[in-house]
């Protein structure tokens, strides 16, 4: 990986405007988070308290949904975080990562209260909970001086870290609505006993891959050439 000096003559000029609104959706992201967290955990109830609320499974795959949304939408219209317009722009990887662990954070949480936690979930969780982390305190403690530019592999890891999540979320709601519609309306009340955990799988099969690439683009973090920036 490649890290150059932060220097002023690189850094983008939008207009201040777009800048201010990719600021606001940055900080948007952030707040929407515990709304996420809140939802998930009211939601995911365990069978002796209700179970699961497809209702607000829905809302929170929605609420997600919008909030990953987001960090697209900050990019295109105020660009990148050192855009010279966006005071917040530092915030931007923060934002991402506030909302992929704290949504997994509380996923994780309400497998564990209703005993469904199984390894093939709670190994890639816990590979992109760790990863994030390390590289937060990694990059706060020596990477502050230098600009890490987004890379292919950087950007997959972010974008299927969020879909992955996403599906999770809408795993629910979603299984019993794709169900129902090959079951037909004669079979409704067989569909929501046998429920089949299609959407679950392909959550869980994308948030493996988000979890190979967190090891990949964490070890190539790792392995760059700092001393290096100082000549650049």
């Known amino acids: 990986m490649t890290i150059s000096k932060k220097t002023d003559d690189t850094i983008d000029n939008p207009k201040a405007a777009g800048g201010a609104f990719a600021d606001a959706l940055t900080l948007l992201r952030i ?26 499974t829905l ?3 929605a609420v997600f949904a919008i909030a990953a949304l987001t960090d697209i939408f900050d990019d295109f219209l105020g660009g990148n975080e050192r855009s010279a317009h966006r005071r917040f722009g530092y915030l ?13 954070s509380a996923l994780l ?22 990863r994030e982390i390390l590289v937060g305190l990694f990059k706060g403690f020596e990477l502050s ?7 292919l592999l950087s950007n997959l890891k972010s974008g299927t870290s969020m879909l992955g999540s996403c599906l999770l979320l809408a795993s ?9 519609m090959k079951a037909g309306e004669d079979k409704v009340a067989e569909v929501f006993a046998t429920s089949s955990p299609g959407v679950w799988i392909a959550g869980m099969a994308i948030l493996w ?19 290096a920036a100082n000549d650049v």
């Open 31 to 56: 707040l929407i988070t515990p709304l996420v967290v809140f939802l998930v955990w009211k939601g995911w109830q365990p069978v002796d308290a209700g179970g699961i609320d497809l209702g607000l």
């Open 172 to 180: 629910p709601w979603l299984q019993a609505w794709i169900d129902r």
């Open 109 to 130: 949480f309400v497998l564990h209260r209703a005993n469904l936690m199984t390894w093939v979930f709670f190994i890639p969780a816990a590979i992109i909970i760790g």
């Open 59 to 61: 809302l929170a795959s």
């Open 145 to 151: 001086r230098y600009y890490v530019p987004d890379t």
């Open 92 to 104: 931007d990887d923060i934002a991402d990562t506030v909302l992929v662990v704290g949504t997994l």
């Open 209 to 227: 891959i988000a979890a190979i690439l967190s090891i990949i683009t964490a070890i190539g973090l790792f392995r760059s050439d700092f001393s």
